[in-house]
Every structure is written in structure tokens, then in C-alpha cells.
């Protein structure tokens, strides 16, 4: 994982913390005191330090500014054109492993940066990890997050990247698929639609395309008790778990109010 380089004067003075915030500000960041913190610490001279706040003032989404997103205690790497983990996403990890305590093989489909599967790994212990996502840019991000793990990490457009020998082992089975409406993507946040890979995003006509395409093929590659997690919004949740049950899964759907997220569980008997 990417550290932060300490930073030292005269960049670290007040007066330039102060100036950093008042560029923040003025260029629209909400939390400019908290980002000028981060920036500062990342920038190792004022050189670098003038750069990293331009690139955040003109828009450039803090994660990819630093070259990292804090999820679930880790820096995870990411990248010019990868998908950036969302703190919300945290909750599916939780309830995996509150669903498969003792899992031994993890997969996380749709991996982007890979963040969902070292996070498990980092929760679970020693695991067999796969990833796999269909974008070379997530792919090549992955490995470097999923190296300390051990985790193994292929190209290819869901379960057909997956090595064969997986079918039946899998205890749990993430998959953060796409889920926004093809009609929606353009009302996303800048950050997101300027910056993300359009195959992150785009879910299909009613966003639920890609999850439908994994709740089929699912129970093939899971173990007897093992869950297949999904993220989807409140508003897709019903017809998303009626792809689960369609997949011969035992489903139930999972809500946190405090990150406003849903996650569609599915366990095979």
C-alpha cells in the first residue's frame, strides 16, 4: 500500500496551510480544512505541494490527487481512470464477513481497484484471493493492492477471467458491479463522470444489468454456504433480489441508514 511521505517546512507552516485552504475553498471543496491536512502531508516540497493543489482546484478527485482512498482502515492505491472505493462499500464487506466468519477463498468480481477483496483478506487472515475486472487500468491497480495478500488477479469480463478449478470452492463471492441507469450516468457528480471508467458506472437500462449476468452464474462457483454480495441502491433493491432468488440463491437484502447502503445477499444451500 502507498505511505504518506512526511512533509516538511516551510510548507507545513500555518501560513501555507492556511493558503492551501483558502485555494480549496475558492475552487468549491467542501471539506478544505480536512483535504489541506492530507495534501500537505502527501507533498514532500512546495514545488510538489503547488501542484497537488492545483490538480485538486481544477477538479481532480482528492483519492486520485493523493494516489490513495482510505476504505476500511487501508490505503488503497488508485489511479488516473479507476473506479475510487466508496466508504458506503465498506458495509458489504462487513456483512460478509459477518455472513462467512471463517471464509478460506474470497473472489471480488467487478474488482476496480481491488479494495473489497484486501479488505476481506486483511480481516480474514490467510485466504485464497481472486480478483478480476474487465479494465486493464483496475486490473493493473488490483495487483498492487492485493499483493501483500497473496491475491491473484485476472483479466476478464466476469466469471470467464476466473480460473476454472474456483467453480464450487468459492465461500465468498463480492462482486461491485456497475448499477447506475445508462440515463443517470450523466447526472453523476463531476468527480465521478470526468474521472471513472464508464464501465464502472454504467449499469444498463435499469442499472441492474451486470448484476443480473452474476446472480445467474453465481451458485455454480460457490461453495455449499457460500454468499454472493452486491451493492445496489434502494430504489433497485426489490427487483435485485428477485434476480438473486431467480439464481436458486437463498437472498435477504441488508440496509445501513448510517452510509444510506443496500446489499443484496445471497447464500447457497
Known sequence: MPSLSPFTPPSSSPSSRASVVVALRAAGCVFAEDEAELILAAARTPDELADLVGRRAAGLPLE?????????GLRVAVEPGVF??????????????AQVPDASVVVDLCCGSGAVGAALAAALGPVELHAADIDPAAVRCARRNVREAGGHVHAGDLFEALPGNLRGRVDILAANVPYVPTDEVGLLPAEAREHEPLVALDGGTDGLDVLRRVATRASRWLAPGGCLLI???????PAAVE???????TTRLAESEEWFAHVVIGTRS
Open 231 to 237: 451493492e445496489t441502491s434502494e430504489r433497485q433493491a
Open 64 to 72: 486520485l490527487v493523493l494516489g490513495w482512498a482510505e476504505f476500511r
Open 84 to 97: 475510487v472505493p466508496r466508504r458506503r462499500t465498506e458495509f458489504l464487506v462487513e456483512r460478509a464477513l
Open 243 to 249: 434476480a438473486f432468488i431467480r439464481g436458486g440463491l
